[in-house]
């Protein structure tokens, strides 16, 4: 069988390099090619100086149009705004699209919806085969644990971070309203300072910590009476990210056109 052909737009950033790593390291992937912004300063230059070894041949664009003409699928962690544009790009190639990154906003969204008409878009705030497992997990607490207990989200991450809460936090979130049959929107509270009064029944608290280069903590509490039932999953590198977005464009390459998670990935679905 032949390797999986993957592009990573953005491939000079944080995320994009730890993803060039895991095809690199993957005996059954090959490096298609990758794009960033004229402003990063590496479009030009070989992939090989981002992964530290010898020139492979392959010069980062800043046309991501090539790219995904000539790839399987399309890893991306890029920001919001090169969203839309990516989310045409895969509609019009077909090819399978792996967005990795947070932070889009309604309109943004909407692209990724229409793009998801066209072909196969794998969406995850969080690509990690744990954080997934934990979303689950989560699920079945909050169904089994009712409005007695009290949900709250705790996330830690790296000061580099610009969106808060994290992606993740808001999964967990959307996870335990839908589990416990309630709008997210408006049992929300991303936060609390003063005279807040009283915490109302069934409400999900989030807290949010920035520092150093902490890759991604995140705990869901269930807080009442006498007890406390504590979930946690703690990032130790972004490999975790890199790894699960792989493997996402290994699934969803030739899959029918749709909008799928890494539960469809994981088969986490009940
Ligand atoms: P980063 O700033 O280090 O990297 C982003 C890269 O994208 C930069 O190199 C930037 O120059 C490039 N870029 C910006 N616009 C572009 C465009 N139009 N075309 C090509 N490249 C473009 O950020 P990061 O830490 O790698 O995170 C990127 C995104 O991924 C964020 O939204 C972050 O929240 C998200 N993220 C998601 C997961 C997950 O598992 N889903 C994990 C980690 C980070």
Not at 14 to 29: F, K, V, W
Not at 257 to 267: H, N, T
Request: net charge negative; charged share 20%; with cysteine.
């Amino acid at each position: 069988m032949s390797a999986l052909n993957v592009g990573v737009v953005g491939c000079a950033g944080r995320m994009g390099r730890e993803i060039l790593t895991a095809i690199n390291d993957a005996p059954d992937s090959h490096i298609a090619g990758g794009t960033d912004i004229a402003k990063s300063g590496w479009p030009g230059r070989d992939i090989g100086e981002i992964l530290g070894c010898n020139p492979m041949g392959l010069i980062i664009g800043d046309d991501p149009e090539t790219l995904f003409t000539t790839s399987d699928a399309i890893v991306d962690f890029t920001t919001p705004q090169a969203v839309a544009d990516h989310a045409a790009l895969a509609a019009k190639s077909g090819k399978a699209w792996i967005l990795g990154t947070t932070g889009t906003d309604a309109g943004q969204d909407a692209a990724i919806a229409k793009a998801a008409t066209q072909t196969a878009v794998v969406r995850a705030a969080n690509m990690s085969v744990g954080v997934n497992l934990l979303v689950e997990l989560v699920k079945k607490a909050a169904a089994s644990l009712d409005n007695e207990f009290d949900a709250e989200i705790l996330e830690f991450h790296h000061k580099h971070k610009v969106d808060a809460p994290s992606g993740t936090a808001l999964a967990l979130g959307g996870a335990i309203a839908t589990a416990r049959e309630q709008e997210h929107k408006q049992v929300k509270v991303f936060s609390r300072y003063g005279n807040t009064g009283k915490r109302r029944v069934g409400e999900i608290g989030y807290a949010v910590m920035r520092g150093g280069n902490v890759v991604g903590d995140h705990t869901v509490v269930f807080a009442t009476e006498d007890e406390r039932v504590e979930l946690t999953h703690r990032a130790g590198s972004r490999g975790i990210f890199a790894r699960g977005a792989l493997r996402a464009a290994h699934w969803a390459h030739n899959k029918p056109p749709g909008l799928y998670g890494m539960d469809d990935v994981l088969g986490l679905k009940n």
